[in-house]
């Protein structure tokens, strides 16, 4: 092969010096420049003293300022643009049995395009198997190589659930941020075809913009409650007219109700939510800081729809559903605003 691991290249395109990290496969090598890695095709690159030997010398007419009164050469200034954090997929190739090109697996990474240094854990999933668990963190501007996704996997309802939080702590974002995002095999594969087709190193989707604000808390007028016939207590007094503080709830239908077996499963899903809810409004009564839901593993019905309640809540600070020594990835701790 022409270039070997650890040599000096050029970028043919962007005129950047770089190093050759590894080769991917026969014709794309992952490259680093200024700390940064990615994939090009070896006919991108080049080695730098071929280029400079290849390319005619300009002649200098001498000139009779003296050397130190020349300007400093400035260098030219790289404008990053601040547009979120992204997820790039990009393919590693092989040969089939007609030796054409196709697409083997991708090579997965995160891109923080942000000012923001993040930590973030990440569980992968192939329909309702766990496939791994990733702790990392990421600096602001830079590409970070997660795990190689086989192409053929694509067809197994793959998942990719990430908590995000920032590593310097800002009491006006939210401590955690959960996203989801699931790859559409019919989107992947078009997607991958006009890569093939374009000759381009990656394509990449955007997991969110920025790290969201705390929720602002919205005073109500407690007049008109009292108007309505509602009766109203001091805060901090007569806490014996309020629900006991509980700061755990299990919603496994067994712990709610003892006769179960005639309901169906959105019955027993209703009954789920009920309880939830109630639970829910007497931690805000109690003032409660951190609440825990119990909801299980299983298909993962009940935690969604709780995760989509939760994301509606003007009260709620943050969640995560994070392993517990307890009850493994089966309950998500509520974080609530202070008042």
């Known amino acids: 092969m022409k270039f070997q691991v650890g040599d000096k290249i050029l970028v043919l395109a962007t005129k950047e010096l770089g190093e050759i990290v590894d080769w991917i496969n026969k014709e794309m090598i992952l490259i680093d420049v200024d700390g940064v890695r990615f994939p090009v095709y070896a006919d991108q690159i080049d080695f730098p003293y071929y280029t ?51 697409i083997s697996h991708f090579k997965i990474y995160v891109i923080n395009n942000t000012l923001d240094e993040l930590n973030f854990d990440l569980s992968i999933y ?49 401590s955690h941020y959960e996203v989801e995002y699931k790859p559409k095999p019919k989107q992947t594969f078009k997607k991958a075809e006009e890569l093939l087709k374009e000759q381009k190193a990656s394509f990449k989707t955007l997991l969110f913009e920025t790290i969201p604000d705390q929720p602002e808390h919205e005073k109500f007028d407690l007049s008109k409650l009292s108007s309505a016939g509602f009766k109203l207590y001091p805060e901090g ?28 499963a959105v019955g027993i899903l209703g009954i789920q939510l009920n309880a939830f809810e109630k639970f829910y409004d007497e931690a ?24 989509d309640i939760l994301r509606l809540k003007k009260d709620v600070k943050s969640f995560i559903n994070r392993y517990n020594a307890s009850f493994g990835y089966g309950a998500t701790e509520i974080f609530l605003k202070t008042k």
């Not at 990733?134 to 996997?153: G, H, M, R, V």
């Not at 109690?286 to 995760?307: A, F, P, Q, R, S």
């Open 126 to 174: 192939y329909g309702l198997k766990k496939e791994m668990d990733l702790k990392k963190s990421i600096k602001s501007f830079e590409e970070l190589y997660l795990f190689d996704l086989p192409f053929e996997n694509l067809n197994d309802q793959p998942c990719f659930q990430f908590i995000f939080s920032l590593q310097n702590i800002n009491k006006k974002k939210v």
């Open 237 to 264: 007094k007569n806490r014996s007219n309020f629900a006991s503080a509980r700061t755990l709830i299990d919603l496994h239908i067994e712990k709610l109700i003892d006769r179960y077996s005639h309901l169906d």
């Open 284 to 307: 805000l009564m109690n003032n409660l800081t951190t609440i825990t839901v119990i909801h299980g593993v299983g298909t993962g019905k009940l935690k969604d729809e709780i995760h």
């Open 52 to 102: 400079s030997f290849t390319e005619k010398s300009k002649v200098i007419t001498p000139s009779k300022k003296k050397l130190d009164s020349f300007p400093t050469e400035k260098k030219p200034l790289i404008e990053k643009t601040v547009d979120g954090v992204w997820l790039a997929f990009f393919p590693v190739l092989d040969k089939d049995i007609f030796d054409d090109d196709v």
